[in-house]
């Protein structure tokens, strides 16, 4: 039976509805620290292997696509810890977002997989031939960072001033074998090995195994404990590994983000291989801010068939095994840019009063964004707490809630006082399972299992 785990912990109304059709999930549109969101995903392997996530609050917005190559568990690991290992270097440094603590977070993410890989290399070895790309945005003020390993793309679309359109502009740099820069860069770190890049089924592959060239896991391919049995023999390297082949350290470069600047494209390779920076922009700013997403999957999705020469809706009936010739797993997020938001100075009072005066919350937060509490059960009523002040509105003086509304202030304050009430519900499961200590004041995360 299929397993639905979560785009979750989904904090707060602002994190928009879940949809499903077929093997697509979105969220057509959501609220971030600095405007709406938009993400989809749609899978095409056995067992989806892309991730990714919104992470927004005091800090700014934190968004991460991870797509994972030989298996899920590197992407869904990226995806529980890359960012708690920023916010906890962040907290500990008490610094602003920084490309040195980034790069200290993806360093600590890494460090943590090998870990991970290393204990459990006798029941799981083939944990070690599991990698994922990694593309990070972290908005905080003004001031763009991005984050890249892997092929993973992030495009702005941005308004020229003189004309009116919306022009493309790739902010994120690329780690694949396939351009000859990343060659020549391999070439150059490995001048005694004339097979460190090969031509394999018209792709250039990084010892004929992988295109990309940094990721996250992938430690067959970083140390050589690892590379041995008993992981597959197409994974194992015929000569010895002297230093690593692939990289963790990622890409990272600043933006300072302009009032012309209206959206961000992130999105992994499956979408950019059917569709132009331009194309993708264009499609984002011709439509509603609501299903953009959705809109540039199902675009792809048309372009893969085309060349195919299939009608999308042909896809349904086809084989999972053959779904991946057709297209990758395609993940993406569009974050809109609302510039009297990102102008505005954080604080608590303005972070909080986005949420305040929200009655049916899944969840209840902590003003301080510091635990942003527990779900809520299914058969718990979501207006609780709005139904306690009802029914001390409607209590002694026999008054119905709807006339209290005609009475002017100085009546009214006879009837009652102020009130104010917060229902907290104690999910044990979680409580037991604890939380990072800065956690996100909303958190949207994909993690399909199937």
Not at 141 to 156: I, K, M, T, Y
Not at 179 to 204: F, S, T, Y
Not at 300 to 305: G, K, P, S
């Amino acid at each position: 039976m299929n397993r639905f785990t979560c785009w979750n912990p989904s904090v707060g109304p602002d994190a928009g509805t879940l949809c499903k059709d077929g093997l697509l999930w979105y969220r057509d549109i959501g609220k971030h620290a600095f405007g709406d969101f938009s993400m989809a995903v749609v899978q095409a392997n056995q067992v989806l292997e892309d991730q990714c996530q919104i992470e927004t609050g005091r800090f700014g917005t934190f968004v991460g696509i991870y797509d994972g190559h030989g298996g899920p568990d590197a992407a869904r690991y990226v995806c529980d810890y890359l960012f708690r290992n920023f916010q906890a270097i962040n907290a500990q440094s008490q610094e602003l977002s920084t490309e040195e603590t980034i790069q200290m977070a993806f360093l600590q993410t890494e460090e943590g997989f090998t870990a991970l890989v290393s204990q459990m290399w006798r029941n799981l070895p083939d944990l070690a031939t599991t990698g994922t790309c990694c593309l990070v945005g972290m908005i905080f003020q003004e001031n763009l960072f991005v984050a890249s390993l892997g092929d993973s793309r992030l495009v702005l679309g941005t308004r020229d001033g003189n004309n009116g359109r919306v022009n493309a502009i790739q902010l994120s740099t690329e780690h694949n074998a396939n351009i000859e820069a990343i060659r020549q860069e391999l070439a150059d770190l490995h001048p005694h090995d004339p097979d460190i890049v090969v031509d394999k089924n018209g792709a250039w592959r990084v010892k004929g195994i992988i295109q990309v060239t940094r990721s996250i896991g992938d430690v067959y391919l970083k140390d050589a404990q690892f590379n041995r049995a008993p992981i597959k023999q197409k994974f194992r390297l015929p000569e010895p590994m002297n230093m690593p082949i692939l990289s963790a350290n990622p890409t990272i470069l600043s933006h300072h983000l302009q009032p012309n600047d209206s959206f961000l494209i992130f999105a992994s390779d499956g979408l950019w291989e059917y569709l132009s920076n331009e194309r993708a922009v264009d499609i984002v700013h011709s439509n509603p801010h609501a299903g953009s997403a959705k809109r540039l999957v199902k675009a792809a999705l048309h372009e893969a068939a085309r060349r195919r020469e299939a009608q999308p809706h042909q896809r349904q009936n086809l084989n999972r095994k053959v779904w991946c010739h057709f297209h990758d797993d395609i993940t993406v997020i569009v974050l809109f840019l609302n510039h009297d938001l990102i102008s505005r100075p954080a604080t608590l009072n303005s972070k909080c009063s986005r949420i305040t005066d929200i009655y049916d919350c899944r969840t209840c937060l902590s003003c301080m964004g510091v635990l942003a509490a527990v779900l809520i059960p299914e058969d718990t009523p979501l207006d609780s707490a709005k139904k306690l002040v009802k029914t001390v509105l409607q209590g002694k003086r026999k008054v119905q809630y709807e006339e209290l509304h005609k009475l002017g202030k100085e009546v009214r304050r006879e009837f009652h006082d102020d009130i104010s009430v917060i229902v907290l519900f104690l999910n044990h499961d979680r409580i037991l399972r604890g939380a990072a200590a800065n956690q996100a004041v909303l958190s949207v995360r994909s993690a399909l299992d199937h």
